[in-house]
Nanobody, 119 residues
Framework: QVRLQESGPGLVKPTQTLSLTCTVSGGSITANYYYWSWIRQPPGKGLEWMGTIADSGSTNYSPSLKSRTSISRDPSKNEFTLQVTSVTPEDTAVYYC???????????WGQGTQVTVSP
């Protein structure tokens, strides 16, 4: 069974870069027909898809976040990462890494990690 675990700092200062890593076990991030995403949930709001990296390594981002967001991967560590530049308090949220299957959508979620943007 695949497991996803987010890691990274829980507190980031405004204007800095937020960096999170998702470590995957029980399944390869390069396996065909799967894609890997970051989704966040700000306090009191719904889930927001941020971006995705496919099995091929190609990426796709939310238009509203595209200018500040980057997703990359390290197959040797079976990890993928999220970077968000120039953060503001509006980036405060619980961040989830998610595995989706082509034709099925999200199937496996990490437990989520709280990131707070504050001076």
């Amino acid at each position: 069974q695949v497991r996803l675990q987010e890691s990274g700092p829980g507190l980031v200062k405004p204007t800095q870069t937020l960096s999170l890593t998702c470590t995957v076990s029980g399944g390869s991030i390069t396996a065909n027909y799967y894609y890997w995403s970051w989704i966040r949930q700000p306090p009191g709001k719904g889930l927001e898809w941020m971006g995705t990296i496919a099995d091929s390594g190609s990426t796709n981002y939310s238009p509203s976040l595209k200018s500040r967001t980057s997703i990359s991967r390290d197959p040797s560590k079976n990890e993928f990462t999220l970077q968000v530049t120039s953060v503001t308090p509006e980036d405060t949220a619980v961040y989830y890494c998610v595995r989706s299957e082509v034709g099925w959508g999200p199937r496996d979620w990490g437990q989520g990690t709280q990131v707070t943007v504050s001076p």
